[in-house]
Each structure stands twice: as C-alpha cells, then as structure tokens.
C-alpha cells in the first residue's frame, strides 16, 4: 500500500509560480508511475502530467504543455509539479496518484491505484 500526501498548494496571481509536492510513503512490491490530476469547481477531474517509474519519460496534457514540469526527488520518494506562467484557468484542486505499471519507462492517465487528497491552487488577482 502506497500513502501520497500533496502539498504546496495556495493563492498565486496570474503569471506566477508554484511548486507542487507528492510524498510517497509505504511500500509495494511493483513499480508505479506517478500522475497528477486537476478538478476545477464544477468540472470533472482531469489529467495534467505524468512520470514513468524510472524518471526518463515524462508526459503533459495539451493545457499545461510549456508551462508545468514534473519531477522526482528519489532519495526522499517525493514527486514534483513546477507550475510557471499560471492562469486562472488553471485553479483546481490538484490529485497526485499513483498506478503500478508493468513498464518503468512509461506512464498514462488510466487504471490509478492510489491517490492523495489533493492541495488547492487558487490563480487569481
């Protein structure tokens, strides 16, 4: 069983950056993959990005492509959103979660094991 706990969330204006973070704790035996999620208010969650298991494929939704980046700590099991040039369009509740995969070098959007809670990112002036 895999814990993922985000964090980093908050109010940025327009243009501004943050951070996202995704902690994994616990164990299991396959290898996963790691994606972050959206769900704006009153829309239905959607898929932002995500993370093979090895770290040496990365993939990113239309919307977000140029602006958001992920990446991974592996010494500390923590995964990360870099999010530049925000738009109000992006304010949502962000997910990371996490999908064991049969392949470590790939990663998608379907079959999620685990999830966090999410964080809130608020783009607005």
């Known amino acids: 069983q895999l814990l993922l706990v985000e964090s980093g969330g908050g109010l940025v204006q327009p243009g501004g950056s943050l951070r996202l973070s995704c902690s994994v704790s616990?164990?299991?035996?396959?290898?996963?993959?790691i994606d972050w999620f959206r769900q704006a208010p009153g829309k239905e969650r959607e898929a932002v990005s995500c993370?093979?298991?090895?770290?040496?494929?990365?993939n990113y939704r239309d919307p977000v492509k140029g602006r958001f980046t992920m990446s991974r700590d592996s010494a500390e099991n923590t995964f990360y959103l870099q999010m530049n040039s925000l738009k109000p369009e992006d304010t949502a509740v962000y997910y990371c979660?996490?999908?064991?995969?049969?392949?470590?070098?790939?990663?998608?959007?379907?079959?999620?094991?685990?999830w966090g809670k999410g964080t809130l990112v608020t783009v607005s002036s």
């Open positions: 993370i093979s298991s090895d770290g040496t494929y990365t």
């Open positions: 616990g164990f299991t035996s396959a290898a996963y993959a």
């Open positions: 979660a996490a999908s064991e995969v049969a392949s470590i070098s790939r990663c998608g959007y379907f079959g999620m094991d685990y």
